[in-house]
């Protein structure tokens, strides 16, 4: 289906162009023509990130009067942070429509200048229950004349205890204005609004109900409590290109975990409710933009964030509600991309996980935290990979004379590995001591014990595969049974697996000259270098220092940022970019100078002290 055959009219049309939406969602194929021609209420459940606000958006616009100023259609959701997403939506479809105003109205900002926001004339009103009372008591919005009254995210809303904010409003609407309601999840307290305040509603379910994003996977790891911190770090190291949101179950975790990362070097930031509305919505900021990699958030202040492109949820605790975990993962594999849904527990909480996959209906894969030198090759190849694809800058060649005479005494081979010391040096020294932070682990004991060999093999997300698909592909390629090949990690531009060590040297042998589309694909045994044999040593704190960077400043250049205009568009010099060396500072951080930027935020900051480019 198209959008054309939806029923909307041109100027709708042409802004979807615009937007670059090719299809409509299943929801929106649903509820848009209904919403269009018949005047009644509907209930409309869809997961996460199926394009919900359009399904009421589109109809919202095409229905009401431009020519008007009278407010005709208000929509009611939890948080500012959301209201202000559907308020940047709504005006990005009304880019064509003449005269459409949309004004947003959210608790913490100027109440008057949103009253004259209103009083120039606002067709639709998008707002919070709190601030949207206020308005209503100071006579300050007029919503007498309401045709269309949107609940979004209404599941959210109960969830926050809003039942009387919304009954309070509702009953300020005339009677014979039409509601929209829109959850993800269809909880009691959904019902009962459908049931006490709409008329005989249409009700639309796409997928099943309380139902998980389809394209997301789920992947668990058993550690002990007191590591579940040092865990999150390696998923972190061994994944350097994350984008994540890291749930914690309290306030107080969210902000210990986050200030941890901060002084660790992580592009990290705290999301949750005691943080003031203005450090909130610099968290955003940097986190739309990617200088922040890993938000860490509640999940009442994570509700229905849509920032696209995030790589991992990561579950820090697993949550009390099942619903819960369902938000959380909705946050990842949005609009049809991959995500995965990391959780860490303890070895009491394996039931949990049980009972996870059996009401989601969802396979949780049991994987293992990598180990030092897993996460030293990681962060080489993926040194490797971006130096190899970063653009040449004409502009060097301006500086060169002078580099290369410092340089000049280096054959080539001597300059990568150079190069590549600077960030080896650095994980190397790290994770010499590291132990296996592991619980019960399969594939982890079989390996020490020398029984199951870790192969490295040049293909990865890149070449479109994700574990599942690798692991179905090597299954099928080296005639290995159901579990022959396990502990499958894609990563971008390559990826690890297991077998056990029987099979090393058929294995080797296959993929000798070995091509995929024309490509050649090589298969080796891991290195152990990473491990206990010495070397290494001392580099110091200043050489660490100019070193740092490496690993997390790496560009996100294969990502959109969709809100490009918001930071007036520029990227970030290196000069602007604190010193901080990127990760694993950790026993050292006693003697290291503060430097300007964590001077200032101290590890209070919500934010990250590291700066990232945007490309
Ligand atoms: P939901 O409210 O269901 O969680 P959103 O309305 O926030 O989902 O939409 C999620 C993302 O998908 C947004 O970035 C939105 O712009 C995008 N989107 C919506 N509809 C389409 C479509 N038909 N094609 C492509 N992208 C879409
Ligand atoms: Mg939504």
Known sequence: MTFDELGLNAPLLQAIADLGFEKPS?????????LIAEDRDMVALAQTGTGKTAAFGFPLLQNIDANS????????APTRELCLQITNEMKLYAKHMKGVRVVAVYGGANIQEQAREISRGAQIVVATPGRMQDMMRRRMVDITKLSYCVLDEADEMLNMGFYEDITNILADTPEDKLTWLFSATMPREVSRIAKEFMVNPLEITVGHKNEGAKNVSHEYFVVHTRDRYQALKRLSDANPDIFSVIFCRTKRDTQK??????EDGYNAGA??????????????KSFRNRQIQMLVATDVAARGIDVDDITHVVNYQLPDEIETYTHRSGRTGRAGKTGISLVIVTKSEMRKIKQLEKILGKKFEQKTIPDGKEITQVQLMHLAN??????????????????????KDNTKEELIKKVFSVEFTRFFNYYKKSKDLNQNAVGAAKEQSGDSTRYFINVGSKDDFDWMKLKDFLKEELGLGQDGVYRVDCKDAFSFFNTDTEHKDKIIAHFENFELDGRRVSVEET????????GGGRSGGGDRRRSGGGSSDRQRSDRKSSYGDDQGGRSRSRSERPERPARFERSERSSSPRTPDNRSEGNKSPFSGKRRRRS
């Open 26 to 34: 299943k929801i929106q194929e649903e509820a848009i023509p209904q």
């Open 69 to 76: 100023k009278t407010t005709q259609g208000l929509i009611i």
């Open 527 to 534: 290195q152990g270098g990473g491990g206990r044999s010495g």
């Open 386 to 407: 971006s130096i190899n694809t970063t653009e040449i800058n004409d502009e060097i060649e301006a500086y060169l004379p002078e580099i290369e005479e410092v340089l």
């Open 271 to 284: 999301l949750h409710g005691d943080l003031s509305q203005n450090q909130r919505d610099l968290v955003m």
């Open 257 to 262: 975990v986050a200030e941890q990362l901060i």
